[in-house]
């Protein structure tokens, strides 16, 4: 069976707070001169390599499965899955 | 109601018609919205302030009790001791990392807040069944994490807790959090802005839609769409926490600044309302002034947001850059939002136009609500739940029991918190009952917080009685003396005649405890709604009390490791009291029975009585007995210490017809102690001298912990018992052990 390539990004709902984000942003870039810097949002990415019969297989089953096994918590955070190359 | 539902109120018709009569006129939306954060059960308290009077206030130490965001001891030295008690339900219902992680941020901002800084939390918790719930164990294990996470960020050490696990907390999880701090008592500054002039300046994280309607939120019962109710979400920032801890106390030195205020439920409405009515002045702010992090918000959205990490400062007029400095130099934002009046009202203003202009005491004290209480009709009946026949195999029966997730080992728990931080930490979790922390002044304080639903669902006047006495006991077992206490009561829907029966005999409870002990009540909290309304369930009555003990020394029990040879004896007579117990609903799966009494006379000889023990040095070590009753301390006490001990049932004073009653009863006002060589007679001596039951009833040795009682034997290796005891909680959460 091919094996596909799950890219999953997890990151806080654009409503919500990032400090993370908030603190790169002001610590280490705009008071290091890069002023141009406006805004900053962190993520957590999980690259997963899957066993499927397709495309379309390999992302429902990553889907289902960080809903099940709450690999996010869907009131906090928006969770994306996207098939990248290699 | 249209506008009401626009603006997802909770206020009722009444609230809304003595609003409009003490205005005089319509409120506006705005004026709806404030009224409605600050009317809510969760900052008003208007359904238990007439039954909380019941509570002593006064005492030998306090010097600021109830009403402040924290109390505050007298501890000697021109030292001062702030505590406070706090919980995060709702929010940690839905995200429970952020939701307990913003918890503990909460009760660090009370305790700051009064110019202390905090040296010691206590958590206590509340899940469903662990041992069949998937969701119930993601909540644990988040909420530990996010206490965890934050604790640890911010350097303040997690030296103790309690939890419990019962499933009419599946889908109510409680997570309360104990704070102490400790100051100079020159250095106290109360949430009061006294002085027409001075400047009110916000510090700290921006206002933003985050924790908007959290105030009423945490009113609500939670239902399934809760899970939709995202912008009561709270995302917590220990860093920022840690800079504002610094900064605002550093600033606190510069004698300039004479009020402060945590922005917790309520927001800027609350607090602004709050500071004005106790300073009995008035308080005028600019919205424009206030920093956001949306530019877009509605002037409601600004003043009831519950953005963390924002507190209130009230800075001495003309002084303002001399505090500014200070939060400069931590990168603290800071903004001048408005002044001290003297017309007792809060004035809101956008752009210099006049939003409102209402009174501050309108604003921060809500009509009182006299709720209906009635006895629920099967109380009698489960009191008289015949008792269940005795098991044939009862070394069986005391390895379920130590296997039960209640009694289990904690220490998966405790030993993901750092307790240890700031080097006080004189006695540490696991070590015994209570933690003991060193104080500046070379004394020292053992806290302890406990709760009890079992019991308390079935008889809430002994239950929360009960829960105190406990408390009191693992304070005692260090050697220190209870002088002040935290309630946190938590419940169902107060206007269920039912659960407001078991508050209020919850409340009875505990305050007859306090007089008749003389413990004060320094502070506390009530969380209602705690209920799920898609099932109608109520959780079990859960009031948490939290004791503070004072001692001069601690060398005397600083461990509880046995020495083969020692004596062990037992204080206090055990009764056939099963009702709620774990044996009960553990072992048999009975809800019922008659649930341990306190005797308040008993309880005084007590103190008295342990406090001689230990300051003479008699006791080697002693041990509280609670839930799981005689035979759950002793074992637990045998597997601390890695050596058997043999007990000679026939010698423990009771009043008991079966073994498993001796063995299981939970009775309260008994220690098992562990005599130093030689002190057995002289501790039989003074327990005889407060009429205090006391036998010796067994010795330390061996590798089995062995109970007799004439021809019958129970007998189980320590191997086994430490085996259970340690790793139920572990691998029901998936971990090697």
């Not at chain 2, 009709?377 to 997730?405: G, M």
Request: net charge negative; aromatic share 6%; with cysteine.
């Amino acid at each position: 069976m091919p094996q596909f390539n799950i890219n999953v990004i997890i990151e806080n709902k654009p409503t919500i707070r990032d400090p993370e984000g908030e603190v790169i942003m002001r610590d280490l870039m705009v008071k290091n001169g890069y002023t141009q810097i406006k805004g900053v949002r962190t993520a957590k990415l999980l690259k997963i390599v899957v066993e499927a019969s397709s495309s379309q297989e390999a992302k429902q089953i990553v889907s289902k499965m960080c809903d099940e096994l709450r690999i996010y918590n869907p009131v906090v955070s928006i969770c994306s899955i996207e098939e990248t190359g290699a | 109601m249209e506008r009401e539902k626009k603006l997802r109120l909770n206020l009722t018709e009444e609230e809304v018609e003595s609003l409009r009569k003490a205005l005089g006129r319509e409120p506006n939306d705005l004026e709806l919205a404030m009224i409605d954060a600050e009317w809510s059960e969760h900052c008003s308290y208007k359904s238990s302030k007439p039954l909380l009077k019941l509570l002593p206030t006064q005492g030998k130490h306090v010097i600021l009790g109830p009403g402040y965001d924290a109390g505050v001891l007298d501890i000697g030295d021109g030292y001062v001791l702030t505590a406070h008690i706090e919980s995060h339900n709702h929010p940690s219902a839905i995200d429970p990392y952020g939701g307990a992680a913003t918890g503990v941020g909460g009760i660090l901002r009370d305790i700051i807040c009064m110019g202390t800084r905090p040296i010691a939390l206590l958590d206590v918790l509340r899940f469903g069944s662990i041992s069949v719930s998937s969701h119930s164990r993601w909540l644990f294990k988040h909420v530990v994490r996010g206490i965890s996470d934050y604790g640890n960020c911010v350097g303040v050490p997690t030296v103790g807790g309690e939890v419990e696990f019962d499933e009419t907390f599946e889908r109510n999880c409680l997570v309360d959090v104990v704070c102490f701090g400790v100051g100079k008592k020159s250095d106290l500054v109360l949430a009061e802005a006294r002085h027409v002039g001075d400047s009110i300046i916000l510090i700290g994280g921006l206002t933003g839609r985050d924790g908007l309607h959290g105030s009423s939120f945490a009113s609500a019962v939670l239902t399934e769409s809760s899970e939709q109710d995202r912008s009561a979400v709270q995302i917590p920032d220990p860093f920022a926490e840690k800079m504002i801890m610094e900064a605002t106390l550093e600033s606190i030195g510069t004698g300039r600044v004479r009020g402060l205020k945590d922005l917790g439920g309520g927001g800027l409405s609350c607090g602004l309302s709050e500071i004005a009515d106790k300073g009995g002045t008035g308080v005028e702010i600019e919205l424009t002034r206030v920093p956001l992090s949306e530019e877009d918000m509605h002037p409601i959205e600004i003043m009831i947001s519950e953005s963390q990490e924002r507190m209130l400062l009230v800075v001495e007029g003309g002084y303002e850059e001399e505090v500014a400095k200070i939060f400069r130099k931590y990168g603290v934002r800071y903004s001048i939002i408005g002044k001290v009046t003297d017309d007792k009202h809060v004035t809101v203003k956008k752009a210099g136009t006049v939003l409102t202009k209402i009174r501050a005491e309108l604003l921060a004290n809500a009509p009182i609500i006299y709720r209906r209480a009635e006895k629920p009709k099967n109380i009698e009946s489960l009191a008289n739940t015949p008792r269940p026949d005795e098991p044939h195999d009862l070394e069986k029966t005391l390895l379920q029991l130590l296997s039960l997730p209640n009694i289990a080992s904690k220490q998966w728990i405790y030993e993901q918190y750092d307790h240890e931080v700031g080097l006080k930490t004189v006695i540490k979790p696991g070590q015994a009952g209570a933690a003991v922390l060193r104080l500046p002044n070379n004394k020292f304080i053992a806290v302890r917080a406990d709760g009890n639903s079992k019991h308390c669902y079935l008889d809430p006047y002994h239950g929360a009685a009960g829960v105190f006495a406990e408390a009191c006991r693992n304070v005692l077992a260090v050697g220190a003396k209870p002088i002040a206490m935290l309630d946190h009561l938590q419940f169902g829907d107060p206007s269920n005649p039912e659960v407001f029966w078991a508050f209020s005999e919850s409340v009875k409870g505990i305050a007859d405890y306090a007089k008749n002990l003389n413990i004060p009540c320094i502070g506390g909290k009530v969380s209602f709604y705690n209920e799920d309304k898609v099932s109608g369930k109520a959780i079990k009555p859960t009031p948490v009390v939290a004791v503070i003990g004072l001692a001069d020394a601690v060398e005397t029990l600083k461990s509880n490791r046995l020495r083969v040879g020692s004596r062990i004896l037992i204080l206090g007579e055990t009764k056939p009291e099963l009702g709620g117990s774990e044996y009960y609903e553990g072992i048999h799966g009975l809800v019922g029975g008659k649930v341990p009494k306190v005797d308040f006379e008993y309880e005084k000889r007590l103190h008295r009585c342990v406090l001689k023990i230990v300051s003479l040095g008699l006791a080697k070590s002693l041990e509280d007995l609670s839930k799981g009753g005689l035979a759950t301390a002793l074992a637990e006490l045998s597997i601390k210490s890695g050596v058997g001990m043999k007990i000679d049932l026939n010698k423990v004073p009771n009043t008991c017809e079966r073994l498993d009653e001796i063995l299981f009863s939970e009775t309260h006002g008994r220690f098992v102690a562990e005599a130093n060589v030689g002190a057995e007679d002289r501790i039989k001596r003074i327990a005889a001298s407060f009429n205090i039951p006391c036998e010796i009833i067994g010795e330390v040795e061996g590798e089995y912990l062995s109970f007799e009682k004439g021809v019958k034997k129970i007998k189980v290796q320590l191997r086994e018992l430490e085996d259970t005891w340690r790793c139920t909680i572990p691998k029901l959460m998936g971990d090697e052990c």
